[in-house]
């Protein structure tokens, strides 16, 4: 199984709102990633999960808190988000550690609507 | 911390030709990945490439890193309508990140 899944595909929420995205992998992959993609840009690391530990943190805002529960599960809760927020939300996992020697594999994305 | 820019931003072809997209970096780097991304859907894999490698082939993709230009380049050989993907470079971030994408190509291929 090389899938990673995501849900929900679609999310749409309001500023007071509390959310969850959920990630999973079942291909033994101790690296797990979050990235937020705005329309036409690249995708931006959010954060890095290797082997079950918070590595990275790219200057996040406190209104997105990831959870790495077991090796084949992440979560960002949502929280308080502002409409800018809104965005395409990919989760990625790697072999090992945040590594440009290993490749991603990609989910679909949750595409997270703020009103 | 943008390391990867690509060039052209956007390609239009017709099927049966070749593609050739460019990344150029600024800071030396050890692995330089491309990815594929179709509309809204998440990114695929296509190469990885090390800083001692000069060329790498995968069925009708090739991909050069030129590391004294600091630059490589992705070439689709006859180009498919299912080509039709946005795709990004990968590389290290001048600050030692990992995974520091390129602002990417987005490539049509017209029936």
């Known amino acids: 199984d090389t899938e990673v899944t995501q849900t929900p595909k679609h999310l749409v929420m309001g500023m007071t709102n509390k959310k969850s995205l959920k990630c999973e992998q079942h291909m033994g992959h101790r690296a797990m990633y979050w990235y937020k993609q705005k329309a036409k840009k690249p995708p931006e690391l959010m954060f890095v999960?290797?082997?079950?530990?918070?590595?990275i943190n790219e200057s996040v805002p406190s209104r997105f808190s990831p959870e790495c529960p077991n090796s084949s599960l992440l979560n960002l809760h949502l929280h308080a988000l502002q409409p800018e927020d809104s965005a395409l939300y990919l989760c990625?996992?790697?072999?090992?550690?945040?590594?440009?020697?290993?490749?991603?594999?990609f989910g679909p994305g949750t595409r997270l609507t703020v009103t | 911390s943008q390391q990867g820019e690509e060039d052209p931003q956007a390609l239009s072809i017709q099927e049966g030709e070749n593609a050739t997209m460019n990344c150029s970096y600024k800071?030396?780097?050890?692995?330089l990945q491309w990815y594929r991304q179709n509309s809204g859907r998440g990114l695929v894999h296509l190469i990885l490439?090390?800083?001692?490698?000069r060329e790498k082939h995968s069925g009708r993709l090739r991909v050069t890193l030129d590391t004294s230009k600091k630059s490589s380049s992705l070439l689709i050989t006859a180009s498919r309508a299912a080509d039709t993907a946005s795709y990004f470079c990968a590389t290290e971030g001048n600050y030692g990140q990992n995974f520091v994408f390129g602002p990417g190509t987005r490539l049509s291929v017209l029936p």
């Open positions: 999960y290797s082997y079950e530990k918070l590595s």
């Open positions: 490439i090390r800083s001692n490698e």
């Open positions: 800071t030396s780097i050890n692995n």
């Open positions: 990625a996992s790697s072999p090992h550690r945040a590594d440009m020697r290993y490749e991603q594999y």
